[in-house]
T-cell receptor, first 113, second 113 residues
Framework: NAGVTQTPKFRVLKTGQSMTLLCAQD?????MYWYRQDPGMGLRLIHY???????AKGEVPDGYNVSRLKKQNFLLGLESAAPSQTSVYFC????????????FGSGTRLTVV | SQQGEEDPQALSIQEGENATMNCSYK?????LQWYRQNSGRGLVHLIL?????REKHSGRLRVTLDTSKKSSSLLITASRAADTASYFC?????????????FGKGITLSVRP
């Protein structure tokens, strides 16, 4: 049982390049989330999904897009990377709202130069 | 915006001592959760306490919740060097299907051998 798997683990991008971060979960969780973690800022929610085919904006959605075509996958896209998007990105999933904790992936460390 | 605020920001104790960490929040919650993050890793769910509960135990962890003061505390008894990590509280307002956890900025705990 792998839980939540994020790929890649590390990436360096040049300003203006695009990339997609993949999150996959094998727990049949309905809810999935993308957070970014910056020093002194804690975790901030970027986008989330309450089920297959749904997405919604979180606290800091600008510059990111997401898709949830399959229940087990949640993709985070950066169309034109900026240095301000240098961060550690975490994906999480949960079985339901209000009753269970989140299961997190191990993170993707992204540097935009 | 971050709901939970942890206190202190950093804590250093000797192995075998107890560690107490506090979290305050601003609005009504359905539950409050504590997570641990080891350096370079994802967050791990430790414990969830519901708004109608006052205390909960899990192994060496004891969590209390005071909804009248909008505060929670996490006590780790008989600490070990392996407890060295960052600890985050997260609040769940459970406003419906789109409810999300909001994380604090975390407490850095160092346990000296």
């Amino acid at each position: 049982n792998a839980g939540v798997t994020q790929t890649p683990k590390f990436r360096v991008l040049k300003t203006g390049q695009s990339m997609t971060l993949l999150c996959a979960q094998d727990m049949n969780h309905e809810y999935m989330y993308w957070y970014r973690q910056d020093p002194g800022m804690g975790l901030r929610l970027i986008h989330y999904s309450v089920g297959e085919g749904t997405t919604a904006k979180g606290e800091v959605p600008d510059g990111y897009n997401v898709s949830r075509l399959k229940k087990q996958n949640f993709l985070l896209g950066l169309e034109s990377a900026a240095p301000s998007q240098t961060s550690v990105y975490f994906c999480a999933s949960s079985y339901s709202q209000g009753h269970y904790g989140y299961t997190f992936g191990s993170g993707t460390r992204l540097t935009v130069v | 915006s971050q709901q939970g605020e942890e206190d202190p920001q950093a804590l250093s104790i000797q192995e075998g001592e107890n560690a107490t960490m506090n979290c305050s929040y601003k609005t009504s919650i359905n539950n409050l959760q504590w997570y641990r993050q080891n350096s370079g890793r994802g967050l791990v769910h430790l414990i969830l306490i519901r708004s109608n509960e006052r205390e909960k135990h899990s192994g060496r962890l004891r969590v209390t919740l005071d909804t009248s003061k909008k505060s929670s505390s996490l006590l780790i008894t008989a600490s070990r060097a392996a407890d060295t990590a960052s600890y985050f509280c997260a609040t769940d307002p459970y406003t419906g299907a789109n409810s999300k956890l909001t994380f604090g900025k975390g407490i850095t705990l160092s346990v000296r051998p």
